[in-house]
Each structure stands twice: as structure tokens, then as C-alpha cells.
């Protein structure tokens, strides 16, 4: 236990935060001090042909240990945080034996992790919780998959008595930013499949995740003076209110759920002038995905027309798909990932994903990549939270699929 709280606060220790607004590999400067560190650990552990190429992006490989030829498998996770809330001097906490009770976070800004809000807190009454201070994300999204691959293959290393095939481990930058597959060099890789840490809750197990497109929506009006406005100003604030307004209401992140899409703002900012809308559209479902933006196209188009000028200029960009297409033709390797949870006594949560991965842009390059839990909740915010056995019983999940790889296929 102790050996995986250290390895994975080292990492947490370190920003990462990437920066949707930057197009270079990677977004930030700041994710190669952990790329850096990642490098050299997987050399010092005895990992094979460790890279770390111009674009941040890690490979190495552990050979094979047994005569016969079986399928190489990977592994996958991304080093970067999100940008939607900050990741840097992060305070990690340590509640050894949690109670079942409110944990105080920070006591001086009243930041309370409340399993009255956050439910799930009570699957893990007795087990040791890590957390921040309530002022910075922790970064288990995805630092904790890091930690749970790295300590597999040393474990692995360590016990050669456990029999495997080569295993390939690759960590990603700006995965947070939807780019985290964008220079991944599949060839290279070179693994018949992977599988992506980046889960949550202990146990699950997800081959499905939302298709998902990013708009922009720009809103140009006319500011004069306010005492001589009427007949002359266009306040582009309020024509952004009347945009927001015809989406439907309830269909956000917030009042959704399973495989029910949403239109979510994630960022506006404007003035009388110009106001822009950052939203991104989900849906499962393909057809209904094309439905969500052309619906959204036809509001900013409905309201050009009520105005007599298009003021309201939208950009859609597709950004991922549902891998669901591509895993189903080899639901194989869906089967092993149960298969080793069910031996190591988890029970397996198999649902679609209310997001993406960096499997699903892998899954489409060729590399089918479904995803396992990492064990953290409540990414992205204050109130991230990750339980130490998740993340122990994630290393073994780890271990177990690469036996059973190789009992299977020798």
C-alpha cells in the first residue's frame, strides 16, 4: 500500500494542467517534468526500449517471459489534468480508516467531502481515502492509472514465476484537451489491443462512450452609448441569453444520465459587443448525435433569420466517436478484463462511458482499447478523492489480465 501512495503522490506532486487553448504537443511546458520523471522510472524499474519522443509521448515495453507467441497487450494512461480547475501546489490528504463521516478538507474556507452529497464516499467506509485541501484538483484523473500500470510491471518484473507475453505501456499528454491520441504512434506501439486505466469507480469496465463534437458559438452586436441606444444597440449578451434559452433545458449534463445525451456550456464570456459560447454535444447514439448538432446549427440559423443579420456565426467540430463499433468485432478482450476481476473477487461494472477516453481516438487508429477503472470520483474539481485499495485492486487487475492473456493464448 505504502509503495503505491508514494509513487502516485510523487506524481500528483508535479502540475500538469493542459491548455485547450494551445496547439502544440504538448499544450503545456509543464507536462514534461513528469514525462521526464516517467521516463527515468520506467528505465530504473527494468522496463525495455523506454521513449519519450519530441511530442511527450511515453512507450516502453516488458519482453515476454514464456517460449510461446501470444498476443501483446498494453496499457494506457495520460499524465496531464484537466484546465477546468487548477492542479498546481497540490495539498494531498491522507484519511487512514475512513469513518463513514464528513471529511473537512480545508477548515479555514469551510470545504467539507460530504458523503451526503457524494453518496459513493460510503462504498469505502473503513479503507484509506486520499484527497486534497478542497483547493486544487488531486490529479487521479489520470495520475493514478500512471501509478497503478508502472507498479504492475515492476511487480511483474519483480515476480517472474507470473507468466506473460510482451506487454507494451504508453502514457499520453493533453488527453484532458481531446489530443491525447492525436500523435499516438499506433505502429510503434505495436500491441493487438490495450486497454486504458482511466476509470473510476473499482470495477468498471466500459467498451462505449459518448460520440462528441466541440462548438463554438460568436455573437457580434453594436455598442453606443446607452442613453442613445434605442433603434441602434445590439447587446450580444442578451441575444446569448435567447441562444442558451432554446436549447432544452433538460438536456444537460446535470439532469442526464446512462446513454442520454446533453448540450453542455462549459464557458462564456462576452459584452455588449461580442459574447462567445464554448459547448460540447454528446450523444451514444450516432444518429442522435447528428440530430444534436444539426438541432444546434438550426437554432443559431432560426434566430439569424428572426434578426434579419447573421449575427450568430457557429463552428462544429467532431472530436471522438464511440468506440463501441470498433471493440464489438473482438469483445474478447472485453471478456478477459471481466474474467480477471471476477478472479480477484471484484464485481465487474460494465456501462458506457459519459465522456471519452483516449481509447476511443485509439480504437479508430486500429489499437481496440476498451477501459478499466482507475478507482478516483469526483474528477475535475475540489472534491477529487481516490481510495488506496481501488487503486491496489487496479494494479492486480493489471497483473491478472496479463496472465490470463497468456494462459489463454499459449
Known amino acids: 500500500m505504502q509503495k503505491i501512495i508514494d509513487r502516485f503522490i510523487k506524481y500528483i506532486s508535479i502540475d500538469t494542467q493542459s491548455d485547450p487553448n494551445n496547439p502544440a504537443f504538448p499544450s503545456t511546458e509543464k507536462q514534461w517534468n513528469l514525462a521526464n520523471l516517467l521516463f527515468k522510472e520506467l528505465q530504473e524499474i527494468g522496463m525495455h526500449d523506454v521513449s519519450l519522443d519530441e511530442n511527450a509521448y511515453i512507450m516502453a515495453t516488458l519482453p515476454s517471459n514464456i517460449d510461446v ?74 495520475k493514478a492509472g500512471i501509478a497503478e500500470i508502472i507498479t504492475a510491471m515492476e511487480h511483474l518484473i519483480q515476480h517472474p514465476k507470473i507468466k506473460h507475453g510482451i506487454i507494451k505501456v504508453g502514457f499520453t499528454p493533453d488527453e484532458e484537451v481531446g489530443k491525447g491520441a492525436h500523435k499516438f504512434d499506433v505502429k510503434k506501439f505495436n500491441a493487438d489491443w490495450a486497454y486504458t486505466i482511466d476509470g473510476s469507480e473499482i470495477g468498471e469496465l466500459e467498451y462505449e462512450n459518448f460520440n462528441a463534437a466541440g462548438a463554438k458559438v460568436t455573437i457580434k452586436g453594436k455598442i453606443v452609448h446607452p442613453g442613445y441606444a434605442k433603434g441602434k444597440m445590439i447587446n450580444s449578451m442578451l441575444i446569448a441569453s435567447d441562444f442558451i434559452k432554446r436549447l432544452p433545458r433538460n438536456e444537460i449534463p446535470q439532469e442526464t444520465e446512462g446513454y442520454e445525451g446533453f448540450f453542455h456550456l462549459c464557458d462564456l464570456k462576452g459584452n455588449v459587443e461580442k459574447t462567445e459560447l464554448e459547448y460540447i454535444i454528446r450523444d451514444h447514439d450516432m444518429d442522435l448525435f447528428k440530430q444534436r448538432r444539426a438541432q444546434f446549427q438550426e437554432v443559431a440559423n432560426s434566430m439569424n433569420k428572426e434578426l434579419g443579420s447573421d449575427l450568430i456565426q457557429v463552428e462544429i467540430n467532431d472530436q471522438y466517436y464511440n468506440m463501441r463499433k470498433k471493440i464489438e468485432p473482438v469483445m474478447h478482450i472485453v471478456d478477459i478484463a471481466e474474467e480477471a476481476m471476477k478472479e480477484l473477487g471484484i464485481k465487474p461494472l460494465i456501462k458506457a462511458i459519459r465522456g471519452g477516453t483516449d481509447g476511443s481516438q485509439l480504437s479508430y487508429m486500429g489499437l481496440p482499447c476498451p477501459n478499466i477503472f482507475a478507482g478516483g470520483h469526483n474528477f475535475h474539481g475540489r472534491y477529487e478523492y481516490v481510495p488506496v485499495e481501488s487503486m491496489q485492486k487496479a494494479t492486480e487487475v493489471i497483473v491478472k489480465i496479463a496472465e490470463l492473456t497468456a494462459k489463454k493464448y499459449s
Open 69 to 142: 507467441k501470444v498476443p501483446t497487450i498494453g496499457f494506457i494512461a495520460h499524465f496531464d489534468t484537466s484546465p477546468d480547475f487548477t492542479a498546481t501546489n497540490v495539498k494531498p490528504q491522507i484519511h487512514k480508516n475512513y469513518d463513514g463521516k464528513d471529511i473537512i478538507l480545508n477548515k479555514e474556507e469551510n470545504i467539507i467531502l460530504s458523503p451526503d452529497y457524494f453518496e459513493d464516499l460510503l462504498l469505502y467506509k473503513g479503507q484509506t481515502i486520499i484527497t486534497t485541501d478542497g483547493t486544487t484538483l488531486l490529479g487521479a484523473d489520470d
